[in-house]
């Protein structure tokens, strides 16, 4: 505990006299700082004291390609709180938002369809960390530029993309990656190769991984001894469920899983001015244990024998149009035009049961980005428009694994032709007052439209045969940014949030827990969010630090509440007495927080780094009064030194979570009570260490070794414990 304090009074101590702006971690302190800073998450490449919203920034190797997915990138980083409910998963929280709350776009295209539930969400693994170029985190409303669903941030994925010819004669180049981690037993491997001529490029990335059941720490508080522990799993023999003994109750077994992701990018540029990409990505894993149901428990019985989802499947194909300098009144253009083949499913199981329920979801998106920018004198004018159109299909059914005999089940969304579709015009503005001093501000239209129809009622008796909304937003953000000559950043934002109700808020039945059942409410209505906020940064050759604060209103939130279905509160749900749930805009919620960072350089090759963040969040509404809001994380962040060197680097960091007591729950959300302690999540923290050393001119090696300790715990409202002692090693040969 004592060294627990110490270590979380360096960061606080380092914070005192504030943050330095959230940028990438290795971007170097000089008096060039905020003039070399690029950022890309506008869809134009623009200079970060330029930009008056908060963006962080992750692109080097170690911060990406050497994790262990793109999650863990995320956790590792510091910067956001990632939640896991099996270990094939992560679940990003930017300000207290989650899931279909945020938005994530990966080269560009919106990867958030109609079916990304308000939960917790594990797709982002469906992108290869291993192909990803840099990683752009925005903080708070981002509505303007990209719609519905960036109520809280958005998460902006690059990959790496085809590299031209230096000469006439074509160029091969490309790596090979092996990584292996003990606590997981992981076998992972990468292979990239790229083939670049004149003007035709064509990169190519095959990633395999191996999973096996994530071993937790051993190390427990003496409050809680048995916390997390895999006593016991089952196993089926014969026409029978067996209760087996787990010989080692730190080995969580049911959480091993397989993945292979595919990418292909092929480049064509006439000019210099002009650039054509084809972008084709396969994401695949096999089955996933949904761990968190698994471990779930009946007094001494487990509930489930069986609860995996099935193989996901993400496939994209994407046209990229960039052209640049042109004559006219737009100088800049980008047009990307894409399509998205997305497959899921879940299978469950209950314990000394045969029957076996699937349910499997696929979804068609159909999207288009035109964006183009005008120039005139200070100003600049980007004008873009946007349509995605998702078009849903799920299917269930029951089999008797001993008689084979199949049945009908309730599907879980509905079982008709299901369409959604998201359109939108925007204006954002920029006026580059002088070379200190920006003014940024926007408009956007949205126009969401969404049909739903049920076919079959007669398992679930639904009131209505359809559901249909057709919603319409505008939102809008205005900044004021000062960036001095010497390196002091000073940002002042305004800006709205827009959610409109998607396929899994409106047309969903499914059971959140055991005996808790979920059910549509045809009269939701959109989420809308209000934000301001302030960053002071100053950034110094030898230290760096600043502050930001921010204030979200939350109105028409939808929260899950009880319910009447039919007349009843209560209804029958696989078999189960279940309490009817629905999302319900009964809610006017409040969200703030803050955020502290600072940097100290010791030497040229020593420098000591600090994050933490905190965000409080509740709601009010007729009945309940103020209740806390769920999603909203404790107080996280990471402490780290670091030697950057020529032939080698090394870090040894401490990663933090604060408390999640019993009060700060929300008792019918998300937040999982059920998977923590009596008195809520405890608070932890982690001893890592990271090295990496280049062998040779095109070898580099790193060794890792995270959690030294060993210690147990995890992560708010997850149901998974995290890794115990994991030696982690990387292997990278480039040619």
């Known amino acids: 505990m004592c060294r627990k304090k110490l270590i979380l009074s360096l960061v606080l101590m380092a914070s005192a006299l504030g943050i330095k702006a959230q940028q990438s971690d290795t971007a170097k302190v000089s008096t060039k700082l905020l003039d070399d800073v690029v950022v890309y998450s506008s869809r134009f490449a623009e200079k970060f004291?330029?930009?008056?919203?908060?963006?962080?920034?992750?692109?080097?190797?170690?911060?990406l390609n050497f994790q262990l997915n793109t999650a863990d990138a995320l956790i590792n980083s510091g910067k956001l709180f990632v939640q896991k409910s099996q270990q094939g998963g992560g679940s990003p929280v930017i300000r207290g938002f989650e899931a279909s709350r945020i938005l994530m776009v990966v080269d560009g295209v919106r990867m958030n369809n109609a079916i990304y539930r308000a939960g917790h969400l594990q797709n982002i693994i469906t992108i290869d960390n291993m192909v990803l170029d840099r990683m752009e985190i925005l903080y708070g409303p981002s509505s303007t530029l990209f719609g519905s669903d960036a109520l809280g941030g958005v998460i902006s994925l690059t990959t790496k993309d085809p590299i031209l010819s230096n000469n006439n004669k074509t160029q091969f180049s490309g790596s090979a990656t092996l990584r292996y981690s003990s606590a997981m037993q992981e076998n992972r491997g990468n292979f990239q190769l790229n083939i670049g001529g004149k003007q035709w490029a064509s990169f190519t990335s095959v990633s395999y991984g191996s999973f096996g059941d994530l071993i937790q720490g051993s190390k427990r508080s003496t409050a809680y001894p048995n916390f997390g522990k895999r006593n016991v799993y089952v196993e089926r023999l014969g026409n029978m469920d067996i209760v087996v003994p787990n010989a080692n109750p730190n080995k969580q077994i049911g959480s091993g899983y397989k993945q292979i992701d595919i990418t292909q990018k092929i480049l064509y540029q006439a000019n210099e001015k002009v650039q054509h990409i084809l972008n084709l990505q396969f994401s695949n894993t096999n089955d996933i244990p949904r761990y968190d149901r698994l471990s779930e428990m009946s007094g001494?019985?487990?509930?489930?024998?069986?609860?995996?989802y099935g193989p996901q499947i993400r496939n994209m194909?994407?046209?990229?149009?960039?052209?640049?300098?042109?004559?006219?009144?737009?100088?800049?253009?980008?047009?990307t035009a894409s399509f998205q083949d997305i497959e899921e499913s879940r299978i469950t199981r209950r314990f000394q049961n045969n029957n076996?329920?699937?349910?499997?979801?696929?979804?068609?998106?159909?999207?288009?980005?035109?964006?183009?920018?005008?120039?005139?004198?200070?100003?600049?004018?980007?004008?873009g428009a946007e349509s995605y159109s998702n078009f849903v299909r799920s299917t269930a059914e029951r089999v008797n694994i001993v008689s084979g005999n199949k049945s009908r089940i309730t599907t879980r969304y509905s079982d008709g032709p299901t369409s959604m579709g998201t359109h939108a015009l925007f204006a954002q503005h920029t006026f580059k007052?002088?070379?200190?001093?920006?003014?940024?501000?926007g408009l956007r239209f949205n126009l969401v439209q969404l049909n739903a129809q049920f076919v079959d009622t007669?398992?679930?008796?639904?009131?209505?045969?359809?559901?249909?909304?057709?919603?319409?937003?505008?939102?809008?953000?205005?900044?004021?940014?000062?960036a001095s000559k010497n390196n002091l950043r000073s940002a002042l934002v305004f800006s709205t949030g827009f959610r409109s109700p998607n396929v899994d808020d409106l047309a969903k039945v499914f059971d959140s827990r055991t005996g808790l059942v979920v059910v549509p409410n045809t009269n939701i209505r959109p989420e809308y969010t209000y934000n301001i906020e302030l960053n002071l940064?100053?950034?110094?050759?030898?230290?760096?630090?600043g502050a930001g604060v921010f204030y979200t209103s939350f109105n028409n939130a939808l929260v899950l509440d009880r319910y009447s279905f039919n007349g009843q509160d209560s209804i029958m749900y696989n078999g189960v007495k279940s309490g009817v749930y629905a999302l319900q805009n009964k809610a006017m919620a409040r969200l703030y927080g803050l955020t502290l960072n600072a940097s100290i350089q010791f030497a040229k090759t020593l420098t000591a780094e600090g994050v933490i963040n905190l965000t409080k969040g509740q709601f009010r509404d007729a009945i309940n009064g103020r209740t806390?809001?769920?999603?909203?994380?404790?107080?996280?962040?990471r402490f780290i030194i670091k030697h950057q060197g020529v032939n080698w680097n090394a870090d040894l960091s401490v990663l933090f979570n604060g408390w999640k007591r019993l009060v700060d729950y929300n008792p019918n959300g998300e937040d999982n009570l059920q998977y923590a302690t009596p008195d809520g999540m405890p608070s932890w923290y982690t001893l890592n260490f990271r090295s990496s050393f280049n062998l040779k001119k095109q070898v580099q090696l790193q060794v890792a070794v995270e959690n030294i300790l060993d210690r147990n715990y995890r992560y708010f409202a997850s149901g998974i414990s995290a890794a115990g002692r994991n030696l982690s090693i990387t292997l990278r040969a480039a040619f």
């Open 458 to 482: 007669a398992l679930t008796r639904f009131p209505f045969t359809k559901a249909r909304q057709s919603n319409q937003a505008l939102t809008g953000n205005i900044g004021i940014v000062y």
């Open 628 to 637: 806390p809001l769920d999603h909203i994380p404790p107080t996280h962040g």
């Open 356 to 383: 076996k329920d699937f349910r499997w979801e696929r979804v068609h998106i159909f999207g288009l980005n035109i964006d183009a920018k005008h120039y005139y004198g200070k100003h600049e004018l980007h004008l």
């Open 300 to 308: 001494a019985a487990p509930v489930f024998a069986e609860w995996y």
């Open 433 to 441: 007052i002088s070379d200190h001093l920006t003014i940024n501000d």
């Open 537 to 545: 940064n100053k950034y110094g050759s030898v230290f760096s630090y």
């Open 49 to 63: 004291k330029r930009v008056a919203q908060t963006i962080d920034v992750l692109k080097t190797r170690e911060q």
């Open 317 to 335: 194909a994407a046209y990229h149009l960039t052209a640049k300098e042109q004559d006219g009144f737009f100088k800049d253009i980008k047009i």
